[in-house]
């Protein structure tokens, strides 16, 4: 069974930063794409970042050049990595990875959320 487990959220003021990481287990992660995504109250979850199991990357607009995703494919761990917090990057942070049959993505799994709150 598969299960995402994030960890690393908290409170913290303008302009700091936060680690997220995202521990995967009941399967072999290293060639599925996983990735983060983010739902403030009010509001539809979104992408934020997501890998290739080979490393490439990709952005939302509103975190590029503040956000780095990465991923330890020998651990089975995802991490994001956040500069320059703003209030608006408030919100529930989740892990995601690619429900993958035959190649095709059939659907998602997805942690159970971390609390990310920027205020001072």
């Known amino acids: 069974q598969v299960e995402l487990v994030e960890s690393g959220g908290g409170l913290v003021q303008p302009g700091g930063s936060l680690r997220l990481s995202c521990a995967a287990s009941?399967?072999?992660?290293?060639?599925?794409?996983m990735g983060w995504y983010r739902q403030a109250p009010g509001k539809e979850r979104g992408l934020v970042a997501d890998i290739t199991g080979g490393g490439s990357a990709n952005y939302a607009d509103s975190v590029k050049d503040r956000f780095t995703i990465s991923r330890d494919n020998a651990n089975n761990t995802v991490y994001l990595q956040m500069h320059s917090l703003k209030p608006e990057d408030t919100a529930v942070y989740y892990c995601n990875a690619w429900r993958l049959r035959l190649g095709l993505r059939i659907g998602d799994y997805w942690g159970q959320g971390t609390q990310v709150t920027v205020s001072s």
């Open positions: 009941g399967g072999i992660f290293s060639f599925i794409p």
